[in-house]
């Protein structure tokens, strides 16, 4: 299987074309294991790490069937649909599909909130072999009747434990019924839940399992590591790192939206080349922040986990973990972001007092030791000494400090943070 090729696929001739010019030659254990079943039209659940190849996994033989057989889409309708639960990774899977659907000539449209409707509507207006859609915004496009699903043969849900967690179950129930019984359905993730999985089984039939990593393994290229740190000490020691030759693009993952952009101000005081990214950010400056990284305009991304599923960026030297995550699966994901597609990568987790217990629960999941790295100024033996508390009890403490320290956030902002002419105003009776 490891010495399989992409030419040992039945894929057309437009797909190995397009395949040979992205210099690839031997697909990744999650396209070897997947694709043929794909192509068998077979449901399939796939569990993989982050960065092996999962899109390329259901793109490629979701292409072939469109070329192969080609069918007209009537206005408003679409022969497939890709649920994802990002901006940004839709934006990451329309990139894949233009780059191995380049000499096919398939329609692809692409619908995600954040921007106007208007273009999105017009391009349905056409039909859409491929529909790329956040969940919320395909909602608004069938209220709208601006889409139908009537006609979607192949249906895929993207980052599968995310897109079925609480906060989209109840939407992507409302776009399941709205399909046709007979169909394609597709899961891929890099995490699967038993709950998850359950619920997964329930909208697929007689699906095939692929397992190419055991569920919540890490990349195994990823050196981790976790270094103990007074919260009050974070700042600093990020700051120590990042003058390091060796930190050239790096992702730091924040807990908070106002997290990221208090690291964000820092950096940038300290003339580190910073942007941030979270759910209250424009999906333009989303993009713009994505595009600098990629080109080398900023050294650093400062992100929240709703980010952390759309960022595909090669080589990514560094993955800090500023906040630790109070959820294992997303402890895979950030540093998933790293060592992707086999090049090696170094992920460390900046530790406090009350995060000992969130790294005890990852510990657990991934089944390995994270190693303690003391070697730098602002290790804490205070830290590493104290007891561990209950993980219930470590989030309720986080939550407290969290909220104390951005109500004191918010308190300096509104001294210092005044528009010049208040501050003149100010001035003047002094004078």
Known sequence: MTNKLFTDFPFVSEIQAAIKKTGYEKPTPIQVAAIPHLLE?????????????????????????????????????????????????????????????????????????????????????LGADVLIATPGRLLDLMHQNKVTLKMVETFILDEADRMLDMGFIHDIKKIIAELPRSRQTILFSATLPKEIESLAQSILINPVRVDVAPPATTAEKVAQSVMYVETSQKRDLLRHLLLKPEYKRVIV????????????????????????????????????????????????????????????????????????????????????????????????????????????????????????????????VKVEQAQVLSKGKAKAQLEQNSQQRQNKYKRLRKVFGGSKKGVQSQQRPRR
Not at 279 to 302: E, P
Request: glycine fraction near 8%; include cysteine; charge should be positive.
């Open 253 to 380: 993952f924040t807990r908070t939206k106002h997290g990221a952009n208090r690291v964000s101000e820092v950096l940038t005081k300290n003339k580190v080349r910073s942007e941030a990214i979270h759910g209250n950010k424009s999906q333009n400056a989303r993009l713009r922040a994505l595009d600098n990284l990629k080109s080398g305009s900023i050294q650093v991304l400062i992100a929240t986990d709703v980010a952390a599923r759309g960022i595909d960026i090669d080589n990514i030297t560094h993955v800090i973990n500023y906040d630790v995550p109070n959820v294992a699966e997303n402890y895979v994901h950030r540093i998933g972001r790293t060592a992707r597609a086999g090049t090696a990568g170094i992920a460390i987790s900046f530790c406090d007092i009350e995060e000992k217990a969130f790294i005890q629960d990852i510990e657990k999941t991934i089944k390995l030791k994270i190693d303690i790295d003391r070697k730098h100024p602002y290790h804490s």
């Open 41 to 125: 039209n077979k449901d399939l659940i796939g569990c993989a790490q982050t960065g092996t190849g999962k899109t390329a996994a259901f793109a490629l033989p979701l292409i072939q069937k469109l070329v192969t057989r080609k069918k007209t889409t009537p206005a408003k309708n679409a022969q497939s649909l890709i649920l994802t639960p990002t901006r940004e990774l839709a934006v990451q899977i329309h990139e894949n599909f233009k780059t191995y659907g380049q000499g096919a000539k398939i329609k692809i449209v692409l619908a995600y909130g954040g921007v106007s409707i208007g273009p999105q509507i017009r391009d349905l207006q």
